[in-house]
């Protein structure tokens, strides 16, 4: 069946990607089509797009990952070609089949491409009988967990546990020793079941101090493949990457050689054509093992487009349609540094649990040389629990790796996000670390340094206090009563005759509240002017970013934005006591499991509910020994951020 001509390009996924891709497609002429749930009517990519689809549904098994709806999408807004992004459909070859079954241009590699990476088993196999080094496992076909057991006294604890199927540190789990092994086992075949529809897993050991370095790979559909230069990505929690670049810091031009011609066979050898990373994992002495290919474009590719001046998604489109690649080896240049990392809405501070809720203040780092932010949301919108967490990306360039950590911690200093928690200040603490600076990277950096990346929490300073309530007080209109403004008692100056003007009010912010009392002269030194609260002190103005929202005040102090409000005692205490003995839903989900029943007695620790957002699993367990009084909610529930789930009693 002959291609069509490429004028209009469909995007089978949502968020940043969809926006990136959607953005070099106009660039080239094309129109775009988004396609969206209806969660994401309103969303960024919908916006963006030339034409959008709704393919109606919550989740992504009612929409993005249902082919059909995304086949009938592209005939009725006349799409010729289907760019896939990551995750979703990214990597399934019965998408890929689909597809060109259709008729229609598949932005990724060949079905059979996919088929041969696409489980982890199968490629570790694939790589095995070619000669390519693998880290101990196994990765066969029986799934039960007697043959997980067996494989893993022979590999020996601490062993990993990976969906076959899939990646992004989802179904993914550490064993360290086998009396953990049973329930990891079956909560990582719930995450890949739920995340890619195949619950299949493989087993192997899990490497110390290994750093994760990728080679990403083009091919064309004229037997042409070369590979431009590889990625450090080995900061990750969760076994999901937090910082990713480029090139590796330290990798010699032999090594970079060895890593990049093994990647090419690799590829070579299944047929690809496209855009496509090999992950290895590099030790100390050098040496490499490979652990999986990914048949798509990486979250990460920024980086690899900053340091070569390429567009890596406009070559998807020129490959797809059958040009040839318009460079050799020889000609791939390597060009300073970069650096990127994800922005994630999710409280470090409370293990990396995702965060649901309205983008009350959205700001974005200044434009400029050697930046770039790729986003998917906007002002305005709503981060909801069905997908994966990720806001955007942030990615700086520099001529060396420091002049780039710089530029990203002054990008990460004017980002802005109210409304909900983020990783900004631990993605700063990163980039500030001096272990960071020198390039001391393992995949085990973020557990060595935890106590400097995620600090136990320390109360509000006085000085935060003092500038939030000139923020607040200066942020308000001038008078009380909009009636008769000249009356004495409208202005809202504090005036008092004889004396310096004084003000009370009583402020609260994550958990903290304090009694603010100011007196203020004609010659405070606070003064906000629009959205800048400036500071003098000692002949120095300092500032800080305070937006107001409605009853919220976001304040920017030390790097991070709060939220502040008006505390309200008595809301405070009722709050408090319809809450006690109660543990509530820390996000929005799903309930996937209830583990316990009424008059159980259960040990500190002990997990009660598995509740299911964004893709992943996480455990509410007892803060300490008691018994359960009452279960409010059953398997499937649909639950909000707040709802009590268990009443438990000492």
């Given amino acids: 069946m002959s291609r069509p001509t490429l004028t209009t390009l469909l995007v089978a996924n949502r968020g940043e990607i969809a926006c990136r891709v959607m953005r070099t497609a106009k660039a080239m002429g094309l129109t775009t089509v988004a396609v969206h749930s209806a969660t994401d009517r309103d969303a960024r990519h919908s916006r963006e797009a030339d034409i959008r689809v709704d393919l109606g549904g919550t989740k992504a098994a009612e929409s993005y990952l249902v082919v059909e709806k995304l ?37 990724g590699p060949p ?16 790589m095995e009988a070619a000669g390519v080094p693998l880290v101990p496992g196994y990765h066969g076909e029986a799934q039960d967990l007697e043959t997980f057991r067996a494989a893993a006294e022979r590999i020996g604890y601490p062993v990993l546990l990976k969906a076959s199927a899939g990646g992004g540190g989802k179904g993914m789990k550490v064993v360290e020793e086998e009396s953990q092994l049973a329930d990891a086992l079956a909560s990582a075949q719930r995450e890949a079941q739920s995340s890619f529809g195949d619950s299949r897993m493989l087993v192997e050991k899990y490497v110390l101090k290994p750093r994760h370095v990728e080679i990403q790979v083009f091919a064309d559909q004229h037997g042409n493949c070369l590979y431009l230069n590889e990625r450090d990505c080995s900061i990750q929690r969760r076994h999901q990457k937090v910082v990713e670049e480029a090139p590796a810091p330290g990798l010699s031009p032999e090594l970079r050689q060895a890593m990049g011609e093994a990647a090419v066979r690799a590829a070579q050898a299944i047929g690809y054509v496209g855009a496509g990373t090999v992950e290895f994992l590099l030790d100390a002495r050098g040496e490499f093992f490979f652990m999986e290919m990914n048949t798509r474009l990486q979250v990460e590719h920024p980086v690899t487009e900053a340091i070569t001046g390429l567009d890596l998604v406009a070559w998807q489109i020129r490959v797809a349609c059958g040009e040839a690649l318009p460079i050799t080896q020889a000609q791939v240049p390597l060009i300073g540094h970069a650096i990127e990392v994800r922005l994630y809405a999710e409280d470090p501070a409370n293990e990396f649990l995702p965060a649901t809720g309205t983008l009350a203040l959205y700001r974005e780092s200044a434009p400029g040389e050697g930046r770039r932010v790729d986003s998917g949301v906007c002002e305005g919108d709503v981060v909801s629990p069905f997908y994966d967490p990720m806001l955007g990306k942030l990615i700086a360039w520099g001529e060396n790796r420091e002049q780039a950590r710089l530029r990203l911690l002054a990008m990460l200093d004017e980002f802005a996000i109210g409304g909900l928690k983020t990783n900004i200040a631990f993605l700063r603490r990163i980039l500030a670390h001096p272990a960071f600076a020198a390039a001391e990277l393992d995949t085990g950096f973020i557990p060595r340094h935890q106590d400097e990346l995620l600090p136990a929490p320390r109360a509000l300073p006085a000085g935060f206090w003092e500038a939030a309530a000139e923020a607040w007080l200066q942020g308000q209109p001038a008078h009380e009563r909009d009636d008769d403004a000249h009356s004495p008692w409208a202005p809202r100056s504090g005036l008092r005759l004889g004396l310096p003007s004084r003000s009370s009010l009583h402020l609260q912010s994550g958990g903290e509240s304090q009694a603010v009392a100011l007196e203020r002269s004609a010659a405070s030194t606070w003064h906000l002017e629009g959205e800048q609260l400036g500071h003098d002190e000692g002949g120095v103005r300092r500032r800080h970013l305070a937006v107001r929202r409605g009853g919220t ?12 409000e008006a505390f309200d005692p008595i809301a405070e205490a009722e709050a408090s006591h319809s809450h006690q003995g109660g543990l509530g839903a820390p996000m929005n989900g799903s309930i996937v499991r209830v583990l316990v029943e009424p008059g159980q007695v259960v040990e500190a620790g002990t997990a009660l509910v598995v509740l299911e957002a964004m893709k992943m699993e996480h455990s509410i367990r007892a803060p300490q020994g008691g018994t359960v009084k009452a279960l409010f909610c059953q398997e499937g529930d649909m639950v909000s951020e707040g709802t009590v789930l268990v009443e438990l009693v000492e």
Avoid at 111 to 126: E, N, P, Q, T, V
């Fill in 71 to 107: 086949l009938a999408a592209a005939k009725a807004s006349g799409a010729q070609a289907i760019h896939p992004g990551y995750g979703f459909l990214s990597e399934n070859a019965g998408f890929a089949r689909a597809i060109e079954d259709a008729g229609l241009i598949f932005l």
């Fill in 111 to 126: 079905a059979s491409a996919i088929d041969a990476m696409g489980s982890k088993s199968a490629a570790k196999a694939l």
């Fill in 553 to 564: 005040l976001f304040l920017r102090w030390d790097g991070e934005v709060h939220a502040i």
